[in-house]
């Protein structure tokens, strides 16, 4: 069965400073993948999501992640992080098609200090 | 428009009971998948339904159960409830079963059992 794994569970910024948020997957085959953001007080909302194609996707909010096929890895980043960022982050993996469901990380919450 | 809306809000039971949770996907969407998210872990996937029939199933016993009715709002049900049945319950609607129909997911149930 496959695994998603992000390394860190809570992480604390400062406004203006970079993010990069770790996500490794286990299944070596084919593989769809998304992040998800929960903001205090709202639903899972898709952040952004790769299916092929450039291995850089960009997604809301001046988010983006990359795909690297050898590392089995789809790290989220952002330049700039706003106090509005602080949220719990999820990556997802979804192989062999919709149907299957989406397996998710444990999340990473994420705050923002203005 | 509406989004996915749930019901109960939360619901608390004994053990050994059995509850029904139910939603209701946005206007338009045909597919319900059911998660199950537990306090500091990523929603778990537990079934995606498709004009009213199971297209995928996660790994999780055959005390779970849900059905998908004619106007495409579903019913989750759980028998015999554990302990570690506590936990959020997401429900996330999409218009088809295919990877690239985002998911939209609902504000959850949150059930509790005693």
């Known amino acids: 069965a496959q695994s998603v794994s992000q390394h860190n569970h809570h992480v604390i910024l400062s406004e203006a400073a970079s993010l990069e948020l770790g996500c490794n997957y286990s299944?070596?085959?084919?593989?769809?993948l998304f992040w998800y953001v929960q903001y205090p007080g709202q639903h899972l909302q898709l952040l952004l999501k790769y299916f092929s194609g450039d291995p850089l996707v960009k997604g809301i909010k001046g988010f983006e992640a990359e795909f690297i096929k050898s590392k089995f890895s789809f790290n989220l980043r952002k330049p700039s992080v706003q106090w509005s960022d602080t949220a719990e982050y999820f990556c997802a993996v979804n192989q062999g098609g919709g149907a299957d469901g989406l397996t998710f990380g444990k999340g990473t919450h994420l705050i923002i200090q203005p | 428009d509406a989004g996915v809306t749930q019901s109960p809000t939360h619901l608390i039971k004994t053990r050994g009971q059995h509850v029904t949770l139910r939603c209701s996907p946005i206007?338009?969407?045909?597919?319900v998948s059911w998660y199950q998210q537990v306090l500091g872990q990523g929603p778990q996937f537990i079934f995606q339904y498709y004009e009213k029939e199971e297209r995928g199933r996660g790994n999780f016993p055959d005390r779970f159960s849900a059905r998908q009715f004619p106007n495409y709002s579903s019913e989750l049900n759980v028998n015999a409830l554990l302990l570690g049945d506590s936990a959020l319950y997401l429900c996330a609607s999409s218009g088809g079963t295919a990877v690239y129909n985002e998911q939209f997911f609902g504000p959850g149930t949150r059930l509790t059992v005693l």
């Open positions: 299944y070596g085959g084919t593989v769809n």
């Open positions: 206007s338009g969407h045909k597919s």
